[in-house]
C-alpha cells in the first residue's frame, strides 16, 4: 500500500498578500503568505491531525478550563508582521489580549505556536516558519516532531536576526512544559498515544 506524499509547492512571485490569499479556492489545501511568498501543502495525514487533536486535549482544555487561554487549530487565519497569513496547526491566545481575535482571524501575535512537522515538507516548520515566527516575535514556538515522538520548544525570539535564541527538546517519557506559560504542561508520549494510524 503505497501513500501519497505531502507535497509544498511556492510560487515564484513575491508580490502575494492577504487580499490575493482572500481570492484562494477553499479545497482542502493549506495556503499561507509568508513574506509574500504563497505557500501551498496538500492536506496532512490522519496522524498529523491526530495529534493536532492531543494538543488541544491535553494542552487546550485544561487551559481553557482555567480560563487563561483561547486555543485555536487549523484551519485559521493568522495575520502579524512578514505573515499575511499563516495558518498554524495549533496556538494559544492569553485571555488579556482577546482583542486580536477579530473578523474571523487572529490579527496579531499569538503567545504562543505550535507546528506538527510533516516529513516532506519539514523545512517549511523547521526553517521557513521558525524564522517568520521569530521576526514577528512569538514568544513561543514548539515544534512537534512525530518521526521521533518529541517536541522542540523554542523562545526568546531574536526578532533582528530571525531566531529562537532558547530550545530544548523534550522526548517520549518526558513531560512537555511551555517555557513562557506557567502550568501549561503534559506528557509528550500523550500527544502521539492512540492513533489508529501513525504513518506519516
Not at 508580490?15 to 493549506?30: G, H, I
Not at 493568522?78 to 496556538?91: E, I, N, R, S, T
Amino acid at each position: 500500500m503505497t501513500t501519497t506524499p505531502d507535497l509544498l509547492m511556492r510560487s515564484l512571485d513575491t508580490t502575494w498578500d492577504y487580499e490575493r490569499w482572500e481570492q484562494l479556492p477553499d479545497d482542502d489545501r493549506r495556503y499561507e503568505v509568508i513574506d509574500g511568498i504563497l505557500y501551498m501543502t496538500t492536506a496532512p495525514s490522519s496522524f498529523h491531525q491526530w495529534i493536532i487533536r492531543m494538543l488541544d486535549r491535553h494542552i487546550g482544555t485544561p487551559a481553557e478550563l482555567r480560563s487563561e487561554l483561547y486555543v485555536l487549530t487549523a484551519p485559521i487565519g493568522l495575520l502579524m508582521p512578514g505573515c499575511d497569513p499563516v495558518q498554524p496547526d495549533f496556538l494559544l491566545v492569553r485571555r488579556e489580549r482577546a482583542g486580536i481575535l477579530a473578523d474571523r482571524r487572529v490579527r496579531g501575535v499569538p503567545d504562543l505556536i505550535a507546528e506538527v512537522l510533516s516529513p516532506n515538507n519539514a523545512e517549511q516548520d523547521t526553517e521557513i516558519k521558525r524564522a517568520a515566527y521569530a521576526r514577528a516575535g512569538v514568544p513561543e514556538y514548539w515544534i512537534v516532531r512525530p518521526a521521533t515522538r518529541d517536541v522542540l520548544v523554542c523562545w526568546q525570539p531574536d526578532q533582528a536576526l530571525g531566531t529562537y535564541t532558547q530550545e530544548r527538546c523534550y522526548a517520549a517519557g518526558e513531560q512537555l512544559v511551555a517555557a513562557t506559560f506557567a502550568g501549561v504542561a503534559a506528557p509528550v508520549d500523550a500527544l502521539f498515544a492512540g492513533a489508529p494510524d501513525t504513518t506519516l
